[in-house]
């Protein structure tokens, strides 16, 4: 709360950076004011972090000291710097420090806010405590016995890593390390004005500067800025040279002694602890942190340290009601048909379990026609959930079984997001987390959350450890991943997942990089080209959903062959021009199809033959997804292949956007299919009708022997392979004589003449869909969406971003966590 100071009888402070002082006495509080700037001030300006001119931390501390010296609480016990204060160039700040009245101990607490103008909110920078505990300082031994340090390019060195000092605030001149103990000599330029400064910011602040040089190779993405000073106690004013010594005493904490040049003591400092910060963190002075805000916190889920063993469970695992999983068998455990059926059980000896685990999902997931109809199913588990939770508390828990009450896990699938991505697959489920949280807030003890996803049964021990962690009680929401445990933690949001802008200059955009080598690279730029005039035969297409393929991933950290590539090749929106000749599509159409110049952006223009109209009935999201997958798949087994009837075929990579495509093509003309895939994603290549022994893992070589035997030795008629280096090998080994090997990856492009030379009668080819002639891209398009129309093939399974988190979906789509295929989502107008 600050305090207005404009009544008579202000006094002068003396400091430089304050103007006057008041003493309220009615109330015992003291407020002190000033106006800062880099142009009164202009050796502010020299302290300069990541780009922004900052108050330096050291200039609170003289602030607060200064402030301490008009009361009887002369010693700074703790202050707490909450927020930066950014200096803008020509811009005048005021600053008002207020020390409340005594407490019942005498202290008083302190607080420094400013702001920017009179009617602009104060922001809160600073909070602490000023006492009257006085101590006597140890002698500081001098000169220091440890090695010198050299400081040639001192300054340039931090100046690389975000610390630009100028002249005023460059004093470091000598610095030596004796074990973890740190010495140096200060020295203010020559001229500098010390006057009404109790500690001069900039010779506090250079006493800190071989601390900053230590730790440099810890914080490497960030710099260490001061947090909380303690124990400040100052016994002289206005020094222009200091020694000092700086002690850890702790995680990034130090213990200062400064004395002057005969060896009395200046200040010394209990602890100084420092924090990382970003970039970020300092332009905010202006945003959140400059209405006084602490930092927001998100939710993020974080690995669990793997045991070496799990502990096993006092009693065991009871599963109750359904058990879609077949978790009962996965962890030995006893099932029960409800909870009546448990409690008949351990009243006629059958001992007392543990955990009770009910889960509320299904084999593989919600259905379709489920997802389809989300309030049903969302009635239909909330519903349920309810009834078992009332049954649970009321369910009276035989008094001699001589073991504690056990706790209820309602598990799901999919109900929420524990890695970065639209990981939540079933969102009724999620309400089924909402009821369970809201009822463990009134009985603690009793109820426990854990989601799974596909792979439970194929990796159990993840859910083995994750009721190992439940039954200690420390945890009560879990999530298991790939076979790892995920607690969820509190975050800052800062450091939440990059978010990108679309410029503000221009409606017309596109995804695309700034330079290769990392997805860090990729920005909304200007696109000046999609509203450029249109030649005969092409389309302009408001997008409104835009497919991710691999292929993005590679053009993004440029490894794509060729220069030319975009990210974005195929999209789904509105036409809302065409040119000369074209008659296939009209404006108003909703279509689907190729974008060979990229379409993440609000307008692509395309080929009139790379586009055809959408399935009727669909989705902009599901239908960005149809073309690159299905004319890949389509092209590669029909045109390229001449797949037939009750020949075989291998998918790589199975549960991929191709892969889908591929297994639901093969099955309509009637092949016989094998498929590799994580083992986590089994249950989908189950759940698209592979059979169990004709699936294997795409991790290892194995699937080289497996397959070779389940062939008779025979092979395969046709690979579809995205697969590298030796799993190609491996591969190309399982070809039938006179077979036919398509490459889709592009990392790993084999000599077609070399592949038949070491491999036999092989047909290689590696082909790309968007060197295909226009034409035959429109007849596919065509057909394709005919079977779709028809019931024939399916749509893909799909997992959608907004536009404005690209390089969190590109990272997801890098991993290969997904099923299916990855979406971006555009903006739309509100009557679209």
Known sequence: ?????????????????????????????????????????????????????????????????????????????????EAPLVLAPDEAVTVQVTVGPPADDGSRMLTVHSRTGDSAPWTRHASGTLTDAVAEPEPLPWPPSGERVDLTGFYKELHAHGYTYGPAFQGLTAAWRDGEDLYAEIALPEGTDTTGHTLHPALLDAALHPWAREVMGEHADSVLLPFVWRGVRLHAVEATRVRVRLTPVGEDTMRLHLTDPTGATVATVAALTARPGSAADLTAGAGDKAVGRAPLHLLDWKPLPAADAPVPVPGGVAVVGPDPLGLADTLDAVAHAGLGALLAAVRAGAGAPGLVLATFTDEAGPAQDERDDLPKRLDTLTARALELTQEWLEFEWPADTGTEEPRLVVLTRGAVAARPGPEIEDLAASAVWGLLRAARTEHPDRFALLDVDGGARERPEGLVSALSVLSAGDEFQLAVRDGGVYAPRLVRADAA??????????EFWRLDVRGSGTLGNLALLPAPEAGAALEPGEVRVAVRAAGLNFRDVLVGLGMYPGDEARIGGEAAGVVLEVGTGVTSVAVGDRVTGLFPLGAIGPVAVTDHRWVTRMPQGWTFTDAAVLPVVFLTAYYGLRDLADARVGESLLVHAATGGVGIAALQLAQHWGLEVYGTASRPKWEVLRGLGVDDARIASTRTLDFEERYRELTDGRGFDVVLNSLAQEFTDASLRLVAPGGRFLEMGKTDIRD?????????????????????????????????????????????????????????????????????????????????
Not at 15 to 23: D, E, K, N, S
Not at 497 to 506: N, R, S
């Open 497 to 506: 997942p990059e978010v990108l802008v679309p410029p503000a200059d221009t």
């Open 752 to 832: 077609a003449a070399e592949v038949r030379e070491r491999y036999g009668d092989v047909t290689y080819t590696a082909y790309d869909l968007m060197r295909v002639e226009p034409e035959r891209v429109q007849e596919m398009l065509v057909e394709l969406v005919g079977l779709f129309e028809a019931g024939v093939l399916r749509r893909l399974p799909v997992t959608a971003w907004d536009v404005s988190h690209a390089p969190e979906a590109l990272r997801h789509l890098s991993q290969a966590r997904h099923t299916g295929k990855a979406v971006l989502t555009l903006p739309a107008p509100p009557d679209v």
């Open 1 to 81: 709360m600050t305090t207005d100071v404009s009544a008579a009888g202000l006094t002068p402070s003396g400091h430089p950076l304050l103007g006057a002082v008041v003493t309220l006495a009615d109330s015992g509080q003291m407020v002190l004011t000033g106006r800062i700037s880099t142009r009164t001030h202009p050796w502010l300006a020299d302290h300069t972090i990541t780009g922004t001119t900052l108050l330096p931390g050291t200039a609170f501390t003289d602030l607060a000291l200064h402030t301490a010296s008009h009361t009887d609480t002369p010693t700074l016990e703790e202050l707490a710097l």
